[in-house]
């Protein structure tokens, strides 16, 4: 059985920093593109940054320059280091696999920014 585990998320002021982790196994990391996806109150989840076993990376551009993904296939895990925190980031956080798979969506981590 295949485990996406995402965490790190929190409450942060506007500016802060927040690295989110997510711990998958070890064929995932092998194989697939993985990515950070991000649902907002009454908003469609979108792709905010993916990563290639090859390191090639994507990123929306509402976070470039502000965002950055980057993964350890020692650890199984990717991470999402989010820099420069706004309101808009508020949402929850998500990792999947790019395209997506619907067997591997967890249960994603809140990230809530505000003063």
């Known amino acids: 059985q295949v485990q996406l585990v995402e965490s790190g998320g929190g409450l942060v002021q506007p500016g802060g920093s927040l690295r989110l982790s997510c711990a998958a196994s070890?064929?995932?990391?092998?194989?697939?593109?993985m990515g950070w996806y991000r649902q907002a109150p009454g908003k469609q989840r979108i792709l905010v940054a993916s990563?290639?076993?090859?390191?090639?990376?994507y990123y929306v551009n509402s976070v470039k320059g502000r965002f950055s993904i980057s993964r350890d296939n020692a650890k199984n895990t990717v991470y999402l280091q989010m820099d420069s925190l706004k309101p808009e980031d508020t949402a929850v956080y998500y990792c999947?696999?790019?395209?997506?798979?619907?067997?591997?969506w967890g249960q994603g981590t809140q990230v809530t920014v505000s003063s």
């Open positions: 990563i290639s076993t090859l390191g090639n990376t």
């Open positions: 070890r064929s995932i990391f092998s194989i697939k593109t």
């Open positions: 999947n696999t790019w395209p997506t798979s619907g067997d591997f």
